[in-house]
Nanobody
């Protein structure tokens, strides 16, 4: 069973930066497009960034475009989300998963942006 483990969240002031990591077990990581999702309290989970299998194509939600950068290292079965210029509205639990054929969701990692 492939498992996804997110890490790197924390409390940061507005304007600050964080780097999230997503570690995937199993050998099939590189054949799937992957995404970072977030869910704020009382809101539905949303896809904020996605990356193609080889990492050459990325897409972002308008709300994070220009501030977040998604990347992946298929040799390490790991995906990253570099977040900068963070805003209070970025506060959420962040999850990683495949873009299609989702795996069971992991625990996520909490990101709180507050002064």
């Amino acid at each position: 069973q492939v498992q996804l483990v997110e890490s790197g969240g924390g409390l940061v002031q507005p304007g600050g930066s964080l780097r999230l990591s997503c570690a995937a077990s199993g050998s099939a990581f590189s054949i799937y497009a992957m995404g970072w999702y977030r869910q704020a309290p009382g809101k539905q989970r949303e896809l904020v960034a996605q990356i193609s299998r080889g990492g050459l194509t990325t897409n972002y939600a308008d709300s994070v475009k220009g501030r977040f950068t998604i990347s992946r290292d298929n040799a390490k079965n790991t995906m990253y989300l570099q977040m900068s210029s963070l805003k209070p509205e970025d506060t959420a639990v962040y999850y990683c998963n495949r873009v299609f054929m989702s795996l069971p969701w992991g625990q996520g990692t909490q990101v709180t942006v507050s002064a």
